[in-house]
């Protein structure tokens, strides 16, 4: 029995399971089909038969039968249970749904979710319904202990059809796979048998069709391959060609007799069929190390994919943050419409003469200057504001640009751009008015971080009489004329006509302060910049995101695969053939 300190093997399982089931794996990686389908079918196979198992281990003896179109199943079927259960047919592909039969005091077993959840339950006429529905049909001619589910064809046109019928072969404890003295070396089935043998999933194989002159010579052949392919354990049955018999076109029942014998024996030995179920279900337990692993280090591939794109965008508008900070220290935005618009705010023209004459007098004239005229600050504001944004909307188009010109290089990139190349080539629809909001923003922090300076250096009188708002937008062109090199602060503008600001500035705040309130005033503005610019590189960082696993995906499945193992370690005795009764716990 299962000590205290035993790991609950059920509830491990199941939290690897919900690991595996929870992964994204959206990115066009070398690996990534091979590792979505290996997800799928590892959920499935957990959802459908391993849990279910492990939770009832006395539940009756599943066996599948598959098979490729025309291998004459349903017949077989049929055939062993003595009337017909599940209704064969000429045309293909049939699209009925999977037919599970089963003693009637066995059906219980079968009605609820418990197996094959995905599927729903229906009694009734099994030609009726789609493949969603598993058709519940009891009948005394199936032994207790035994049910036969006649599955869709492995090698349908129908995509639905192979998909079904691959996943009922792994809810299975048994597998009897169906073929004929034509098929038999066709690569569908073997590809399953192989699939089998690495799940350590007990086969059967019944060999349909045989012409009764070579029923000896193709088993052998068939055998022999068998054995070179590793699956010299799977039991062999031979049916020979012969006319159907009866209303109900079934097999001669000496056709069929070792095959029934053999599945009645497993039924009615409890020991033998608890051998067969602890073999597949010990087999599958001990692959899903392997099939996690293959997962896990496509989970890694996906994760440094995933890097290079994000670190890709992430340059791209880490330089975009560069160009506009070296548009801002080298005075460009100050060019054109900015520069005219500053002249007449201040009277370039005898302003600037004056000064050239009387240097000393140079404050009393602007401040008289501008208190007797009052001229309006708005369009030096607007002005500035255009430029600056100008400025950053092309940075930001640039960045965009070279992003998507960077992902295009890749196949996951590629394919994660889709039909988005041109929205993504350029800035976003919300960044313009994001932008203009934020630029204005800043020139009010400027006013603001202006005036406390004037209150906190008791330099009201002398601000009052120039203006906060002269003041601010002199300081506003003072940040757009630093260079890192310079110790001092100075605002030389094309023309050189606004040397007269800073020296305002120098007059009303000091020289000190004047480059602290420069450089505050630019490191807000950058700021400001990079943080509008993260908001655009994130468009790219979120399609990533949306595609690529979790960062923490891959350590967290390798940890919830090697809490399982020891769980299944521990637990080894009770689920390997010939081990004592199994108690693994109960999980969600």
Same mark, same amino acid.
């Given at each position: ?23 994204r ?18 959920? $499935? ?79 009734? +006429?099994?030609?009726?319904?789609g493949? #969603? ?7 005394a001619g ?12 492995? +090698? ?38 192989h ?29 022999s ?83 290079l794109?994000?670190d ?18 080298? $005075? ?20 600037s ?40 909307r ?33 800035a ?11 630029? %204005? ?18 330099t ?16 506003m ?98 689920? %390997?053939? $010939? ?5 693994? #716990?109960?999980? %969600?």
């Open positions: 029995m299962k000590t205290m300190d035993t790991p609950d093997l059920a509830g491990a399982l199941a939290a690897l399971r919900d690991r595996v089931a929870g992964l794996l959206g990115l066009a990686t070398a690996g990534a089909d091979a590792a979505r389908a290996a997800q799928g079918e590892l959920v $499935g196979q957990v959802d459908d038969y391993l849990l279910p198992r492990l939770r009832r281990i006395d539940a009756p003896l599943l066996a599948v039968v598959g098979g490729s179109t025309g291998a004459g199943k349903s017949t077989l079927v049929n055939s062993l249970v003595g009337a017909v259960v599940s209704r064969a047919g000429w045309l293909r592909p049939t699209t009925r749904g999977p037919v599970l039969v089963c003693h009637p005091a066995d059906v219980d077993w079968f009605r609820d979710d418990r197996v094959l959840p995905e599927l729903s339950r229906a009694t009734g +006429d099994p030609s009726q319904g493949a #969603g529905t598993l058709h519940l049909v009891p009948h199936v032994p207790e202990g035994l049910a036969l589910i006649d599955a869709p064809d492995i +090698d349908s046109v129908v995509a639905e059809n192979r998909a079904l019928a691959t996943q009922l072969l792994a809810a299975a404890d048994l597998w009897i796979f169906c073929t004929t003295a034509a098929r038999y070396a066709d690569a569908v089935p073997w590809d399953l048998l699939t089998a043998q690495q799940r350590s999933t007990a086969p059967a194989v019944v060999l349909d069709r045989v012409p009764s002159e070579g029923v000896a010579e193709i088993s052998r052949h068939l055998a391959m068998l054995d070179e392919n590793g699956l010299g354990r799977a039991a062999l049955f031979a049916v020979p060609e012969t006319p159907l018999q009866g209303e109900n076109a079934l097999l001669p029942a000496a056709s069929v007799r070792p095959l029934r014998d053999w599945l009645g024996r497993l039924a009615a030995d409890a020991d033998a069929r608890a051998e067969v179920i602890r073999t597949t279900l010990d087999g599958a337990l001990a692959s899903l190390r392997q099939r996690v692993s293959a997962v896990a280090r496509e989970v890694d591939d996906q994760l440094a994919t995933a890097a794109l994000r890709e965008a992430d340059t791209a508008y880490a330089d975009a943050a560069l160009e506009v900070d070296d548009g801002v220290r080298s $005075g460009s935005v100050l060019r054109g419409e900015v520069l005219a618009r500053w002249q007449e705010f201040v009277g370039t023209g005898e302003l003469r004056s000064l050239e004459e009387r240097i000393g007098r140079l404050r009393d004239r602007v401040t008289a200057f501008l208190l007797n005229r009052e001229p309006p600050t708005a369009p030096v504001g607007q002005a500035l504001e255009s430029s600056v944004e100008t400025l950053v092309a940075a930001a188009d640039g960045a965009a640009e070279r992003t998507v010109d960077a992902w295009r290089v890749r196949a996951a990139g590629r394919a994660l751009l889709g039909d988005r190349p041109r929205a993504l080539a350029h976003s629809d919300d960044f313009r008015p994001a932008l203009e909001r934020e630029i %204005r923003a800043w020139q009010g922090r400027v006013l603001q971080l202006v005036a406390e300076e004037g209150r906190e250096r008791r009201a009188a002398r601000l009052a009489s120039f203006g906060t708002n002269g003041a601010g937008l002199a300081l062109l003072a940040v757009f004329a630093q260079t890192g090199g310079l110790s001092g602060v100075e605002l030389l503008v094309a023309g050189g006509t606004t040397a007269a600001s800073q020296k305002v500035l120098e007059a009303v705040f000091g020289d000190s302060a004047v480059r602290a309130l420069a450089a505050t005033a630019r490191s807000d503005l950058l700021e400001s910049v990079e943080n509008l610019l993260a908001q655009e590189r994130n468009r790219f960082a979120a399609i990533v995101d949306g595609a690529a696993p979790e960062r923490d995906a891959a350590l967290s499945l390798r940890a919830a695969l090697e809490g399982f193992e020891q769980a299944r370690r521990a637990n080894r005795g009770s689920t %390997r053939p $010939g081990g004592r009764p199994l108690d693994v #716990g109960v999980a %969600r």
